[in-house]
């Protein structure tokens, strides 16, 4: 009977999830009028009772759970009660779905912030060598500001990427009416394990912690925790965190940060410029400073350590991840390369 119970509240715990964000979908005006400011309250709950714990609690409680999944389960095995286990998982996995989709994903269904800056659209192939142009002329003069060792830049301490993003999104929610807040951004032990996932960097709703994966490639890194604190504050769409990551880091006053956004809006463009043509990203990489070929070529070196059947397996599930949600997959990610053309037509 207790099986079975499960399975029935199991099954309307997804229905009720399935609803919320049919609901969202097809109502985003009224959905999302009421529920973002409830979500954005909720998270701020959760920052205060976790946000001063020096670590990222999400990571201890998810090294908990699978230690208690892999014990419950060889118990249940034992004791021959493995379909009462399998419901059990089956309930747990489901109140985790619809906690999720109510803290924070469905948000995915939110309109995009972007739009209420640059009006992005598919670029052409001569606006994207533009952009890649003006971006690797901003990124080379960033790059040579930044303290290095051994032709590497230093990447700040955490306190600094911390209070750097903090200070650069309340700029932002000034200018651009959206949310701010003191968040503090950790990062994660297992940064080489994230590393084989792809990974480098990750939001948990769940304790509401924007957590960044120390071996991150510094150019990269200040980028990236700006990125998943936009997602704290309610950016919700890839494009969207990215985009606004871009924005935060410009306007810091820190030479790292600054390069960081710099750099990253770079890549992008540049990548996207690539799929198009390779005679012309071949020629915009012919004027890029030293400084900032070094930390392009140098990155690439990083990650090629990472490359194999796990990172492809954990890409292909943040891909499902993302469709679910109607956005582009992990395509999504690349996508800020349209806003960021849009924003160089219109500040150049």
Not at 144 to 171: C, H, I, Q
Not at 219 to 238: I, Q, V
Not at 295 to 317: F, I, M, R, S
Request: charged fraction near 15%.
């Amino acid at each position: 009977m207790k099986t079975v119970s499960r399975v029935v509240s199991a099954v309307v715990m997804l229905v009720v999830t399935a609803l919320i964000c049919a609901l969202a979908k097809n109502l985003p005006v009224f959905f999302f009028s009421y529920w973002e400011p409830a979500s954005q309250q909720l998270l701020g709950i959760l920052n205060q009772a976790f946000g001063w714990v020096p670590f990222p609690v999400w990571e201890a409680l998810a090294a908990l759970l699978i230690v208690w999944i892999v014990a419950s389960l060889l118990h249940a095995i034992f004791k021959l009660r493995l379909l009462r286990w399998l419901s059990g998982a089956l309930w747990g996995a489901s109140l985790a779905v619809l906690l999720f989709v109510l803290l924070w994903g469905v948000g995915h269904f939110a309109p995009e912030k972007t739009s209420r800056i640059v009006t992005a659209d598919k670029p052409s192939l001569t606006q994207l060598r533009d952009a890649a142009l003006w971006y690797g002329e901003r990124a080379s003069a960033a790059a040579d500001k930044v303290a290095r060792e051994n032709g590497a830049m230093r990447a700040p301490d955490y306190d600094t990427l911390s209070a750097e993003a903090n200070t650069a999104f309340a700029a932002l929610s000034q200018t651009y009416g959206l949310p701010a807040a003191d968040v503090a951004i950790k990062p994660l032990f297992g940064g080489e394990l994230f590393s084989y996932l792809g990974l480098t960097g990750l939001f948990a709703p769940y304790t509401a912690e924007p957590t960044v994966n120390p071996d991150t490639y510094a150019p990269s890194l200040p980028y990236t925790a700006c990125h998943e604190l936009a997602h704290r504050l309610g950016a919700y769409a890839e494009q969207d965190a990215n985009f606004l990551a871009y924005l935060a880091c410009v306007q810091s006053q820190n030479d790292a940060v600054r390069y960081s956004g710099e750099y990253s809006a770079f890549l992008y463009c540049y990548n996207a410029l690539f799929d198009l043509s390779q005679t012309d990203a071949l020629s915009v990489w012919d004027t890029l400073g030293e400084n900032l070929k070094h930390d392009l070529l140098h990155a690439t070196e990083h990650y090629a350590a990472y490359e194999g059947a796990v990172k492809n397996a954990a890409q292909d599930v943040n891909d499902l991840y993302l469709k679910a949600f109607e956005e582009s997959g992990i395509d999504s990610y690349d996508r800020v390369a349209e806003a960021l053309v849009a924003w160089q037509i219109t500040n150049r």
